[in-house]
């Protein structure tokens, strides 16, 4: 992997290029997948980079979501797994989430690569070598096993694509997408829509866990019943709105 100087103003964005770049040489993640990253990235920049008030607020109503189900399960895809195993791996172990992965471009090795990859990072049982059930989808997002995504009452699906997120949410599950993109499919049909870069959610929801492992379930309730995914929605565009005409009377203010 190419080193990158830390105080390279790109510094994030390139380091994920180049992880992305290796998980397509080990096989972990798609030459598709790096398309997707370029498609986020845009929206990055659109957000400020940072992690908006919105953004937070839908981490924070993950967090009480996966907290308070019976069977939550984080879906893992080769782009995942290339941009941030550890903290995948961290915020199950915080959650008591199980992890799964789930591929769009399925093939054995890949699979097998990606829990290998996870194991590393300290995961202990990671599903999807063996499914058991179909999803009712055209494609190799299907397939899932049934102690996993299947009975999940709880599904985080970071980097998703829309038509699986739309079948889980009709068998009834909670899920929650981080997107980048505010207008996208998935962040339309699911539940809990976080608009932030997977790092920066992934980092954000840990810490979350930590102070709200704590809390008592009706506190935890309390913070599902006020969350509103239209709100969050609407206020991240707004968000963007605001942080072009910053930009904008910026750049007017310097010529």
Known sequence: MTE?????????????????????????????GL??????????????ERSSNSALYAERAAVAALLLAENPVISVNGNAVALAPEKLVALADLSGAKLE????HRTERRVHLIIDQLKACGAGEVLGKNPDRELNLPHARRLVESKGIYSADVVL??????????????????VIAIDLNPLSRTSRT??????DNLNRALENMAEFSKEMKRSRKDELMKVISAYDNRKVLGSSLSEIQEQLKNLAAEISSQS
């Open 157 to 174: 699906v970071p980097l998703e694509d829309g038509d699986r997120c739309e079948k889980l949410v009709e068998m009834g599950k909670t």
């Open 4 to 32: 990158i100087p830390q105080d390279h103003p790109r510094y994030e964005s390139l380091l994920a290029r180049e992880k992305l770049v290796e998980g397509v040489k080990k096989g972990l993640t798609s030459l598709q």
């Open 101 to 104: 992965v789930n591929l769009f």
């Open 35 to 48: 398309i997707s990253q370029g498609r986020g990235e845009s929206f990055d920049y659109l957000i400020g």
């Open 190 to 195: 699911a539940t809990i829509s976080i608009v």
